[in-house]
């Protein structure tokens, strides 16, 4: 226990945000097209989830409380994912992102020695995301969160090659976080919104980063992806299987895909001992960060106990819990 336990994937809720962007055009269509994708059961079960935990999420005593409870000693805060409104305007998305970053970073300034955040970036205007990750870590922030996807861009597009080259150059952060999945009203039941919407989206991205060599040609970015990668880190032979039999998979990254696994970070938040012990075995013990999606209820209450439960070596074990993110972030 000579490092401190680090959680890398917990929220805070940014009232300020939606009271900014309430009555914009355009966010009543992505309230109707969220609502079409989760389904009215799944909305009216996640409206009063998130009320119960407003304030886990907003008061800074709750949240410390909460993490000594849990045995965890830092937390990297991330916005809500829900303050993406990757729908907005150019002029919008620029006070979105300004204001995101900086009430996350007052929110972690109350526990600086406890609280570390990241800002975020606007997708949707690939122009401005450089300028959202300078002024986050102008802000004290530790880098930014993303999601899966942008309205007509993936990951992959040539677009976002200044996001990624500033932050390499920088040593910033990258958390990929989906918001929503573009499989629509096929998830609108029983929750599959997220319980198959959120691994699919982590898989689909994380491919187009790997098969466009956006990892060859930023070999430093530091990558955080949510959920373990989703499917991804379980089913990578089928994506090496295809690299080395189709010319049309190898043409753009370098190296079989498993390869790149080795080269992104992994939140350990997967719900399954034994996913989580081949999420170790693919991706190395030392590129699995300890997550929790604190305090949501698709999160792990007890994320070290979780961790605990796949019984990984002892060495493993610790390098998990905190040891790899208290290297990430610096930690004394």
């Known amino acids: ?20 962007v309430e009555g914009s055009p355009g966010l009543a269509d992505a309230k109707a097209l969220d609502a079409r994708r989760n389904g009215p059961a799944a909305m009216a079960i996640s409206g009063a989830m998130v009320r119960d935990r407003v304030p886990q999420l907003t008061d800074v005593a709750v949240r410390l409380a909460a993490m000594d409870a849990q045995g965890v000693d830092v937390q990297l805060v991330s916005p809500s994912p829900s303050h993406y409104h990757y729908w907005a305007d150019e002029e919008t998305a620029e006070k979105l992102y300004r204001l995101a970053n900086e009430v996350t ?4 300034s109350a526990a600086p020695d406890r609280l570390h955040g990241l800002g975020l970036a606007p997708l949707q205007h690939p122009q401005l995301a450089v300028a959202a990750l300078d002024h986050a870590l102008e802000q004290g922030l530790r880098g930014v969160e993303i999601s899966s996807h942008a309205p007509g861009r993936e990951l992959s597009d040539p677009a976002y090659e200044l996001l990624w080259s500033r932050a390499e150059e920088t040593g910033a952060l990258v958390f990929l976080h989906p918001f929503g999945c573009t499989l629509d009203e096929r998830l609108d039941r029983w929750y599959l919104s997220n319980t198959v919407g959120q691994p ?7 491919s187009h980063l790997i098969f466009s060599g956006v990892l060859d040609r930023h070999p430093g970015l530091k990558l955080i992806a949510a959920h373990g990668g989703g499917y991804l880190p379980t089913h990578i032979g089928r994506s090496d299987h295809a690299w080395a039999t189709r010319t049309d998979a190898a043409a753009g990254c370098a190296h079989p895909p498993s390869s790149y696994l080795r080269r992104l970070y992994f939140d350990s938040l997967v719900h399954d001992p034994h996913v989580l012990r081949e999420l170790v075995r693919v991706a190395g013990a030392e590129r699995v960060l300890l997550g929790s999606d604190f305090p949501f209820d698709m999160g792990a209450e007890d994320p070290v106990g979780a961790l605990r439960a796949a019984r990984l070596p002892d060495a493993d074990f610790h390098a998990v819990r905190g040891g790899n993110a208290s290297a990430l972030l610096s930690l004394e």
């Open 105 to 108: 970073a007052a929110h972690c």
């Open 200 to 206: 699919v989206e982590n898989a689909i991205a994380l």
């Open 1 to 20: 226990m000579s490092v401190p336990t680090v959680d890398v994937h917990a929220h805070v809720l940014l009232p300020e945000v939606e009271a900014m």
